[in-house]
């Protein structure tokens, strides 16, 4: 990147977007941008001294950033390529740079500990940071949700490692140059982008060629995938019960959870789970694997997992006592709300359990309302609102209803508007709630909690 004085942002307030943005703060230099409406990512921004407006005008950006010598442009795919800002950069000669390709120079610049997979890459490689953090050796972080341990999504050290959360949306984790990197899953996602499965697939196997020489990879087992490694890169592979990283003794009472982590350079007993979720002891296994190839002694290992405190929306308990559990998780994709229901049920097997679902995306919708359906229809209810579009048009005969006609006989369901949602909540009795999904029913997830608390 060139000697810059000012940053701008194209889609200022997304989870990604921010981190680069706190890191460029960091740095001293103009932080400012545009994004679509207010959040609390974006006023803590604001606070931070970034400068936001949330109207499409060339006229709002400030005067530092409309030096084309001295000013990066970074946006996101999801911004529309009419946007008038992205316009105005675009004919005047800026260096504009999608978020990735800056991710991309720091993994150049840093050894970078990557983790990709179409879920469980949020919380594997917030763990990941937190084990390094607390550690000897320190990281940077780039993350895709807000960690509990420090309230944010980005760490900024002077250490030689940058932990970096690797999206595949758009194909942007081939700009990356990872030195090691974990594969956690590789389900067809993003359709809409890839096309078709073999699309997606093919995208991870050229993701495993970027790899730099003397790295490693960390491949959960059994994925449909094949890699494509280049000479003097080392291959792990990972799961619950198997593989070279794995866990043994895994005790699960009293919502503890403990385990052996079992290893080819060293074994750690008596691992405890800060975050006691039983889908993330494989997560735990993912991001100690490549803490501990990273240099992490056998007690930084087991002292980062033990005061691993979670992520922001990830199986995120609002509530727990013995008359109410309520609880916010961003599971969009089918696999994710399987292992979301899986674990829960694991950890309440004789409660009702119930879920409000937002669907995101209409593609989505399209192409696994079957596979959402059999992924729900592990809960006891499941209420469903209409879908979120995010960057989409609607698309016609898809709607939450082919969901709601695929769950299984026996699953009390029901759809209600989005609108409705505090009404039902304050008229409707739970033992066990889970509000799932990526789009912006979790801004009600506050105000569920208190009438939720006011009823017990």
Not at 290 to 318: I, P
């Amino acid at each position: 990147m060139k000697d810059i004085k000012a940053v701008y942002f194209v889609g200022a307030g997304g989870i990604g977007m921010s981190a680069i943005a706190r890191y460029f703060l960091g740095r001293g230099v103009v932080v400012a941008g545009y994004d679509k409406t207010p959040s609390d990512l974006t006023r803590q921004l604001e606070k931070e001294g970034m400068l936001i407006h949330y109207e499409e005008d060339v006229n709002k950006i400030p005067e530092a950033c409309k030096q084309a010598d001295s000013c990066l442009v970074v946006y996101t795919p999801a911004i529309p390529a009419d946007h008038q800002e992205l316009q105005y950069f675009r004919n005047n000669g800026f260096e504009i740079q999608k978020r990735a390709q800056v991710l991309g120079t720091l993994t150049r610049q840093h050894k970078g500990l990557c983790v990709a997979g179409t879920h469980g890459k949020t919380t594997t490689s917030t763990m990941c940071a937190h084990i390094m953090h607390q550690s000897h050796l320190d990281c940077n972080a780039f993350l895709g949700g807000i960690s509990k341990n420090y309230g944010t999504n980005y760490i900024l050290s002077n250490s030689d490692f940058v932990v970096i959360e690797a999206d595949e949306f758009d194909r942007s984790f081939h700009w990356l140059s990872p030195w090691m990197t974990v594969i956690t899953s590789t389900d067809p996602d993003h359709l809409d982008i890839y096309g078709t499965k073999e699309a997606y697939l093919e995208s991870f196997r050229h993701y495993t060629e970027l790899i730099q020489p003397g790295g490693a990879l960390i491949i959960h087992r059994g994925l449909e995938m094949k890699e494509n490694l280049q000479n003097g890169v080392t291959r792990y592979d990972y799961a619950l019960n198997e593989g070279d990283f794995h866990a043994e003794n895994i005790q699960i009472e009293n919502g503890e959870i403990t385990f052996d982590f079992i290893s080819p350079i060293e074994n750690v007993s008596g691992v405890q789970l800060g975050q006691p979720i039983p889908i993330n002891i494989e997560n735990g296994i993912a991001a100690m694997a490549m803490a501990q190839l990273a240099g992490c002694t056998a007690d930084e290992l087991r002292n980062g997992l033990r005061t691993y405190g979670g992520v922001d929306r990830r199986f995120d308990f609002k509530l727990k006592n013995d008359k109410i559990v309520f609880l916010s998780d961003y599971a969009h994709h089918p696999k994710e709300i399987y292992q979301s229901a899986k674990s829960i049920r694991e950890l309440y097997r004789d409660r009702k359990i119930s879920a409000i679902f937002q669907p995101h995306l209409y593609t989505r919708t399209r192409d696994f309302y079957k596979d959402f359906a059999d992924a729900l229809s592990q809960l006891d209810e499941v209420i469903l609102t209409e879908i979120y579009p995010a960057r989409e048009q609607p698309i016609e005969g898809v709607t939450s209803k082919l969901i709601y006609n695929n769950l299984r006989p026996g699953v009390e369901k029901q759809i209600i508007q989005k609108a409705n949602v505090l009404d039902f909540v304050k008229n409707h009795d739970f033992d066990v709630l889970i509000v799932l999904g990526a789009g912006d029913l979790d801004n009600m997830v506050p105000q569920i909690t208190k009438i939720l608390q006011e009823k017990v």
